[in-house]
């Protein structure tokens, strides 16, 4: 199993997340968060005055698929993420040894 962590624009998480139910994906997490790469923050006009924030909201989405299905779904996530344009995130693939449904008792790729 792997653990697909993508960091992306906000306006991009219906998108993406109807692409990834389209590939297979049967469940996600979902956070809004603040961050900041090669952008270093952004500059933004508000109540006619100008500001520099650090931080660049994003949502960070957490999915954990069966290992046979994590490289399309990791193309998925990059061809619908993407805008061309700096800031568009990143993706983290991370092994995961072992899963549990807490309802049900089952265990690794049944607990998906």
Request: charged share 25%.
């Amino acid at each position: 199993m792997k653990l697909i962590i993508a960091i992306i624009k906000p306006f991009k998480l219906d998108e993406v997340r109807e692409a990834l139910t389209a590939a297979g994906v049967q469940g996600m997490t979902v956070s809004e968060v603040k961050g900041f790469g090669r952008q270093k923050g952004q500059t933004e006009i508000y109540r006619g005055a100008e500001y520099t924030t650090n931080m660049v909201p994003k949502i960070k989405l957490e999915v954990v698929v069966a290992d046979d299905i994590a490289t399309s779904v990791v193309e998925t996530i990059q061809t619908t993420a993407h805008t061309g344009s700096i800031g568009d995130g990143k993706i983290f693939i991370a092994d995961i040894a072992h899963a549990v449904r807490i309802r049900t008792g089952e265990t690794n790729e049944t607990a998906l």
